[in-house]
C-alpha cells in the first residue's frame, strides 16, 4: 500500500485537466469535452485560503475539502498508475514467469 504525502496541494492542474481532456474525447463529442473541461478548469483555478487575515492563491494543487478534488485526484492517479506502476508489475510478473 502506497501513500502519498501531501496528496491534493501536489496535483497538477494543467496535467489532471489535459488528461481528464484526452479521457473524456474518448467518449464524448468535443462540443461537450470541451464544455467539461472549461468548467472544471474554472473551478480548479478558484483555489484560494486564508491565512492570518491574509487571502492567498496556492500556484498548484486542488483545494482540500472541494467535492471536486478527490475526483481530480483519483483521475491523476490512476494515469500515474497506469503510465508507470502498472508497467512495473507488469514487467515483474512476466520476468516470474519466464
Known amino acids: 500500500m502506497l501513500d502519498i504525502k501531501d496528496l491534493y496541494v501536489n496535483i497538477p492542474i494543467q496535467e489532471t485537466l ?3 481532456e484526452a479521457q473524456l474525447n474518448a467518449h464524448y463529442d468535443q462540443k461537450a469535452t470541451h464544455q467539461i473541461v472549461t468548467l472544471l ?16 492563491q496556492p500556484d498548484k494543487g ?12 483519483k483521475i491523476f492517479l490512476q494515469q500515474l498508475e497506469n503510465s508507470s506502476i502498472k508497467h ?8 516470474f514467469y519466464t
Do not use: C, E
Open 62 to 73: 486542488v483545494a482540500m475539502g472541494s467535492p471536486i478534488s478527490g475526483t481530480m485526484a
Open 88 to 95: 512495473l508489475t507488469d514487467i515483474r510478473i512476466l520476468s
Open 41 to 56: 478548469n474554472t473551478i480548479l483555478r478558484q483555489n484560494y485560503l486564508s491565512f492570518h487575515g491574509q487571502i492567498y
Open 18 to 20: 489535459d488528461i481528464t
